[in-house]
């Protein structure tokens, strides 16, 4: 089954860390790029992260530049996002997605909440 599943997401105090993880299954994972995005209540979908599992390039929005890092395991099929020093304005529901050619596969999305 071709399919994106998120985890790891959760509650976090500001200032704190979580790390996101992305499992691709039924599709060549190494030789697409994955995104991470994600939505507040109220808000349009962003997007965060993106790593191209060919060359290892990756972009960051300006918003989580310097404090999350994306990263993939080609061998477990798994695109990961370390996100640190997290503020309350992180919180949303964070999906990761992949592009092929005209269409886009989304994962179910995991809620991340940064409160105190």
């Known amino acids: 089954e071709v399919q994106l599943v998120e985890s790891g997401g959760g509650l976090a105090h500001p200032g704190g860390s979580l790390r996101l993880s992305c499992a691709a299954s039924?599709?060549?994972?190494?030789?697409?790029?994955i995104a991470w995005y994600r939505q507040a209540p109220g808000k349009e979908r962003e997007e965060v992260s993106i790593?191209?599992?060919?060359?290892?390039?990756?972009y960051y929005a300006d918003s989580v530049k310097g404090r999350f890092i994306i990263s993939s395991d080609n061998t477990q099929k798994t695109v990961h996002l370390e996100m640190n020093a997290l503020k309350p304005e992180d919180t949303a529901v964070y999906y990761c997605?992949?592009?092929?050619?005209?269409?886009?596969?989304w994962g179910q999305g995991t809620q991340v909440t940064v409160s105190s």
């Open positions: 997605a992949a592009a092929f050619g005209d269409s886009v596969l």
């Open positions: 039924g599709f060549r994972f190494d030789r697409l790029a």
């Open positions: 790593i191209s599992n060919r060359d290892g390039s990756t």
